[in-house]
């Protein structure tokens, strides 16, 4: 089992719990910051997970290539002689934005969270060297980086009072934030809103327009998750009607479900609409056919007695004719107005 620290932008959160997630599956231990604290507490813990892990994976996106804090942990990595594991969660990663030593490793592409790229995961973890033991004395820690989620968690969660003025400020910027998402992500932003309503000092006031900022959010989600549902369902909902309207209007006659042999003479083989069974244009779904042959097809062996299911865009007389002339014998067709 290896012990292991990602490193990684909040934007790509959802990317890294699924990493993690892979990761853990494998018998790894994986740690990365999950709280929205922030401050000198908040730091020390972070880098004292770096210390303690075996594997520093650097989680490369455009988000993390802007990341003062991500840039910060790689360093302090690299100055403990961990060993250093970049993984690419998005397909496009500018590269040249991150420090040019992280260049010269080698990367595991893991975009898209495959069989394929945890096995080359797997196999870059495995093939790494022994963990080196921690420099003696350590190397000096890196500043708090100065984020602006930092900035945000240090504001909510200082022990001074906030005033008025404070509050409204705080307030109007994580409502524009929330709306118009720039700096930080929605769930961060729904977050931070909750501890700064639930701070004892906290007006009343504001309180209230927060509830309401975050009841607003919540209809905007609902509505995208049903937008998103009628975008994958309508073009279903509409193909079927198509193709319900196309059987109406050849005729072709519905029968008690299990007796449908599939779809025939239009053009459309299969074994039946969603159970119903459907019976081929003018053929009866109960009759068991010898062959299914086309009015092209060579000549074949048949019992002269044998029925033949006819599948032909002809009409039925056409197709009768042919199936005589080329088999030398009475082929039979069923049809509600046309027997022969």
């Known amino acids: 089992m290896t012990t292991i620290f990602i ?3 909040r934007k790509n959160e959802e990317s890294i719990n699924k990493l993690a997630t892979d990761l853990e599956a494998l018998g790894h231990s994986i740690w990365y910051d999950q709280s929205l604290d922030g401050g000198q507490n908040w730091w020390n813990k972070i880098l004292q997970e770096i210390r303690n892990r075996d594997l520093f994976i650097f989680a490369l996106s455009p988000d993390s290539s802007e990341s003062d804090a991500c840039r910060a942990e790689y360093k302090y990595a690299v100055s403990l002689n961990k060993s250093i594991l970049p993984v690419k969660i998005t ?15 080698q990367f595991i592409n893991y975009s898209e969270s495959s069989y394929d790229s945890l096995l080359r995961l797997s196999r870059a973890i495995q093939l ?6 921690l420099p003696n004395p350590l190397p000096p820690e890196p500043q708090v980086p100065t984020s602006y989620l930092a900035k945000i968690s240090a ?26 998402p720039d ?22 006031s504001i309180a209230k327009e927060i509830d309401e900022l975050i009841n607003k959010n919540n209809k905007k989600n609902l509505l995208n998750i049903r937008n998103k549902l009628l975008f994958i369902i309508l073009p279903i909902l509409i193909l079927s ?3 319900l309207k196309s059987i109406l209007e050849s005729g ?19 074994t039946g609409v969603a159970g119903t069974g459907v019976a081929g244009t003018g053929v009866a779904a109960a009759v068991q056919f010898a062959e299914i042959i086309s009015c092209n097809d060579d000549c074949i062996d048949l019992e002269p007695k044998d029925l033949v299911k006819i599948d032909c865009n002809l009409y039925a007389d056409k197709c009768l004719e042919e199936a005589e002339k080329l088999y030398k014998f009475s082929a039979i067709y069923y049809d509600a107005d046309f027997n022969r």
Not at 252 to 266: D, F, L, Q, Y
Request: charged content about 20%; hydrophobic content about 40%; cysteine-free.
């Open 183 to 204: 700096k930080i992500e929605n769930n961060d932003a729904i977050n931070f809103l909750h501890k700064f309503k639930n701070r004892p000092d906290t007006l009343y």
């Open 252 to 270: 072709t006659p519905i029968v008690p479900a299990g007796a449908g042999a599939g779809v025939a003479g239009t053009g459309v083989a299969g």
């Open 241 to 243: 009607i198509i193709v």
């Open 91 to 105: 397909e496009k990663v500018p590269v040249d934005a991150f420090p040019t030593s992280l260049s010269e490793i």
């Open 128 to 133: 790494l060297p022994e963990p080196n033991s």
């Open 7 to 9: 490193s990684y932008s």
């Open 155 to 180: 504001r909510i969660n200082t022990s001074y009072a906030l005033n008025a003025d404070d509050q409204k400020i705080l307030f109007l910027e994580l409502k524009e934030e929330l709306e118009n």
